[in-house]
């Protein structure tokens, strides 16, 4: 199995900051990995497909890049409705994996 | 739009099994460009897949659950399931159900989750 870890595990930022989260993955995957944001009580939302690829309806200030082993999802400007937890997903191959999650709070 | 919704029962007594289903409304089970999918997340904790299915009934599963788990999917009622036998308490998460798109190799759309308890 592909092991995807993100660091890091949780983040206190403020309104309008810029938040970086990176996820690696123990093999090179490609392009292929993604991102969610769940929300508590709520199921994940894709933000970004694909590394960089933004979801149609996620806000533009989420980006995503990277490629191989090594990704970031960037958010460049923190809004309220962002504090959230965030995961990484490869779909390089089965089964599908995900990184442990980073839980986005307010600080 | 598209829309999945998990439905089963709720509590689950240990060593029997757990039988989901989840219906798709606004579109159709039956097109190739998706695997209809299980996803599962324990309480407080991240999530884990647990396989897919095609309309065609090709599976994938995760190799952590494949002795103890069937999915299946019908066709003429939209609707794809899951049978996990032998459940424990290991097994207690909220499941949820997701379209992942061939196009974009992702979870595009997902169900609401349905919250699963193994008790006697």
């Known amino acids: 199995d592909i092991q995807m870890t993100q660091s890091p595990s949780s983040l206190s930022a403020s309104v309008g900051d810029r938040v970086t989260i990176t996820c690696r993955a123990s093999q090179s995957i490609n392009r292929n990995l993604n991102w969610y944001q769940q929300k508590p009580g709520k199921a994940p939302k894709l933000l970004i497909f694909a590394a960089f690829s933004l979801q149609s309806g996620a806000p533009s200030r989420f980006s995503g890049s990277g490629y191989g082993t090594d990704f970031t999802l960037t958010i460049s400007s923190l809004q309220p409705e962002d504090f959230a937890t965030y995961y990484c997903?490869?779909?390089?191959?089965?089964?599908?994996?995900f990184g442990q999650g980073t839980k986005l709070d307010m600080k | 739009q598209v829309q999945l919704q998990e439905s089963g029962p709720g509590l689950v007594k240990p060593s029997q099994t757990l039988s989901l289903m989840c219906t798709v409304s606004g579109g159709s089970i039956s097109s190739g460009d998706y695997y209809w999918s299980w996803i599962r997340q324990p309480p407080g904790k991240g999530l884990e897949w647990i396989g897919h299915?095609?309309?065609?009934?090709?599976?994938s599963y995760n190799p952590s659950l494949k002795s103890r788990l069937t999915i299946s999917v019908d066709t003429s009622n939209n609707h794809f399931s899951l049978n996990l036998n032998s459940v424990t308490a290991a097994d207690m998460a909220v499941y949820f159900c997701a379209r992942d798109s061939l196009t974009r190799d992702a979870f595009d759309i997902w169900g609401q989750g349905t919250v699963v308890t193994v008790s006697s």
């Open positions: 997903q490869q779909s390089y191959s089965t089964p599908r994996t």
């Open positions: 299915i095609d309309y065609n009934g090709g599976t």
